[in-house]
C-alpha cells in the first residue's frame, strides 16, 4: 500500500487521454443512417441492447453513442428499453447458459422485420471466453445474426457504419 501510495505521488497520472472521435466522419454517417433508416421503415430507427453474457466493455461503448460526444439520438437513432419497441437487437458478448432464455424471449418479443447485430468478438466467436462451461457458444450458433462488428471493443463509430450497412442491405426472407 505504501507503495502505491508513493508511485501515486511521485508519477503522477496512470491515465491517458481518450483519442478525440472524428466528428466529421461521424455526423456523415450518422445522417446517412438516419436517412437510409427513415427510407426503409419510414421512421427512426430503434435499437434494444442486450447483454448476453459480456465483460461490459462493449457496453461501454454503445453508452458511448448517446454521450455528448457522440449523440446519436440527433440523427433519430434511439435505444429503447423494450423489445416490443425495437428494430435491431444489439446483442453483445457470448451467450450464457443464464442468459440464453432470455434472450431467446427478447428476440420472439422484438417485432419483423427485425435486425440481430453482433457486437464485439465475443458476440462472434465467443473471444477470450471460449471454451468456458458457462457459455452456450457465439451469438450465431443461438439466433440469425444479421450483422457482425468485429473489435474488442468495437469504437462507437463502426457500429453506426454497421447499421448503415445493414440498412443498405437487401430484404432477404427468412
Do not use: Q
Not at 149 to 164: A, D, N, R, T, Y
Amino acid at each position: 500500500m505504501r507503495t502505491f501510495l508513493r508511485d501515486a505521488l511521485l508519477k503522477g497520472k496512470a491515465t491517458v487521454a481518450a483519442p478525440a472521435p472524428d466528428g466529421v466522419a461521424l455526423e456523415e454517417v450518422a445522417r446517412a443512417l438516419a436517412e437510409r433508416a427513415r427510407r426503409r421503415l419510414g421512421r427512426s430507427l430503434s435499437i434494444r441492447e442486450v447483454d448476453a453474457g459480456s465483460c461490459n466493455g462493449c457496453e461501454l461503448e454503445i453508452h458511448a453513442l448517446n454521450n455528448p460526444v457522440y449523440d446519436v439520438e440527433r440523427f433519430g437513432l434511439k435505444f429503447v428499453a423494450s423489445p416490443r419497441h425495437a428494430d435491431v437487437l444489439m446483442v453483445t458478448g457470448p451467450v450464457t447458459w443464464n442468459m440464453r432464455e432470455a434472450l431467446l424471449r427478447t428476440y420472439d418479443a422484438t417485432p419483423a422485420p427485425k435486425w440481430v447485430v453482433a457486437v464485439g468478438d465475443c458476440a462472434v466467436d465467443c473471444g477470450v471466453f471460449a471454451g468456458s462451461p458457462a457459455i452456450v457458444g457465439r451469438l450465431a450458433d443461438i439466433l440469425p445474426v444479421d450483422l457482425h462488428v468485429g473489435g474488442c471493443p468495437p469504437p462507437p463509430i463502426e457500429m453506426v457504419k454497421g447499421l448503415l450497412a445493414l440498412m443498405e442491405a437487401p430484404v432477404l426472407p427468412r
